[in-house]
């Protein structure tokens, strides 16, 4: 009896899983409503909703839980930076910013796609998008349970593709799902990612169209220091982009960026950034350009880190993001960002491995917990047309291999016998091989960070950031080591030595110009200037550690 139970297990257990996968294969999932129930966060609904209160981003980027994956049509290598867009919001009270605008049905195509362009856009209250060439992206996201009705999508979406049966849009260009039955999951896009030409923006008129101001444009009562600023701020522009330009750098530049904020909420939270605590999140930069510029803020997400596995970028709640949108009359809402830039961060070994486990699980979540009838029909199609030929192939190709090692043993053995030396010699030739093959990326990025060094002018922001760097490590050498939230500016003036002190500061004029305006010629000239602080300044012995700027506790 137990031998017989022992023969047949194996052989049920075969037929039980067989049978599983057929039934897998022949009955695919039709709803994934029933994800909702695992939705990460409410966080990630309220902070982009209609109605959003001042930190909610904030506390969104506490978190590194994954959002949704993108993937862009030809894009191998993580070559776009873009933001993607959720919602616009308009009316600020001080403490809470918010969207009235009304919700508009979109128009469904023949082909079965959804039109994101208003037929008339001037009767909504907008202008038609400016006129550039066109620079359009296919992309597609695979959006995480987290129980939001918005469409994430690249600025200036044009059509959106997907099993949802009532999309709205509202005047701002933010996408909602109101389809209760197939919650936001799996959809297409494309978007016109084309930038409008600099001096149309300095050209543009001043005179906004009714609709916009109304709509799009009212201002808050603000803490008089306010306005002063941003007049004081964009006194020398004489056009609305430039004007908006310099409010965008002076945040940039002069303010720092942390997540950790008060647990008290002070009074004026916008003036308490600007002229007292001086550092802030996202929201706070963005909050801050939009009542000192005509302009609203936008809430969505950074691109995330790039999956090269995958060829799909992994956006998590971390990279949730505010930037503002202003409005050029003839040209059509532009972005502008005044966050500083956070610090590149280095991959290591672990992290490579999480790009492998977030392959694992996305081919998991696209194959097995999405497997609905457009798989099944893609598989099936697949399966048809390759079988016969693979099994085919596979058995004349092992017995070819086979064949063929067999030969090249035989040959080795010949061979080895006659010059043991000689193979020796190859073996150990072949085994350094391997070892610079392995550690060539490592080979390459330091040999490109010395040409990045040595000739700056070719990638001016990279190459600004490499010399910054190690400038600041040349003058934590003299004892004046830079603070992770100080802003360069607060790095500068901490420096007591004068000396030094204005040889560093000549230093960060052309790094920022440099990292924040692509500028190769300023670029050039920081070996120069790196070669002046060395010169003119020695390391010093100091007691302990060297001395951390208080400026930035």
Known sequence: MAFSLAAVA????????????????????????????????????????????????????????????????????????????????????????????EQMPTVRLSDGSILLVPADPRRQGVEAPFSTAAKSIHYRVMMEPIGSNVFFLAPKATRLEGHYHLVTIDRAGAVYDLD??????????????????????????????AGIVLANLPMPNLEPRIPRLAQQVTAAADNNYDKAVA??????????????????????????????????????????????????????????????????????????????????????????????????????????????????????????????????????EEAAH??????ENLRSWAQRRYMGLLDNARQLQRRMARSPGRWTATGLLITALLLLI???????????????????EYAPRRAATLWYERMTRRVARCGWRKSAVQTPVEFVTAIEDANLRESVARFTRHYESARFGDSAEDASRLPKLYEEITTSSAPRPTPGSARVSQAGK
Not at 185 to 206: F, H, V
Not at 325 to 342: I, K, L, N, R
Not at 438 to 456: E, F, V, Y
């Open 10 to 101: 194996p052989l049920l257990v075969t037929l039980i899983l067989a049978g599983a996968s057929l039934i897998f294969l022949v009955l695919p999932r039709v709803s994934s409503r029933y994800l909702i129930a695992y939705a990460l966060s409410n966080d990630l609904t309220t902070g982009f909703s209609d109605r959003v209160q001042l930190g909610r981003i904030g506390q969104i980027q506490q978190s590194s839980a994954v959002v949704m994956h993108i993937q862009i049509d030809g894009d191998t290598s993580g070559a776009y930076d873009l933001e993607w867009r959720g919602v616009a919001l308009n009316i600020f009270d001080g403490r809470n910013w918010s969207s009235p605008l």
């Open 386 to 391: 390759g079988s016969r030929a693979f099994v």
């Open 247 to 380: 409010l965008e750098r002076y945040l940039m530049t002069t303010y720092g960026y942390t997540l950790d904020l008060p647990r008290t909420s002070p009074r004026d939270p916008l003036a308490n950034f600007l002229f007292e605590r001086k550092r802030g999140h996202c929201e706070y930069f963005a909050s801050a350009m939009a009542v000192m510029f005509p302009s609203r803020v936008v809430n969505g997400f950074r691109t995330g880190e790039f999956n090269d596995l995958t060829s799909n970028y992994v956006v998590r709640a971390s990279n949730a993001h505010s930037w503002v949108e202003a409005y050029f009359p003839g040209s059509g809402w532009v972005s502008f960002d005044p966050t500083p830039a956070a610090p590149a961060q280095l991959h290591d070994n672990w992290s490579r491995m999480m790009l492998y486990a977030d392959a694992m699980a996305s081919f998991w979540r696209e194959w097995v917990i999405n497997y609905d009838s457009t798989h099944q029909k893609s598989l099936g």
């Open 438 to 456: 392995a550690n060539a990326r490592d080979i390459w990025m330091l040999l490109r960070k010395h040409r990045l060094q040595a000739h700056p």
């Open 180 to 209: 209760t039955e197939h919650p936001v999951g799996r959809y297409e896009a494309y978007s016109n990612i084309a930038q409008p030409d600099r001096e149309q923006l300095r050209t543009a008129s001043e005179s906004y169209p």
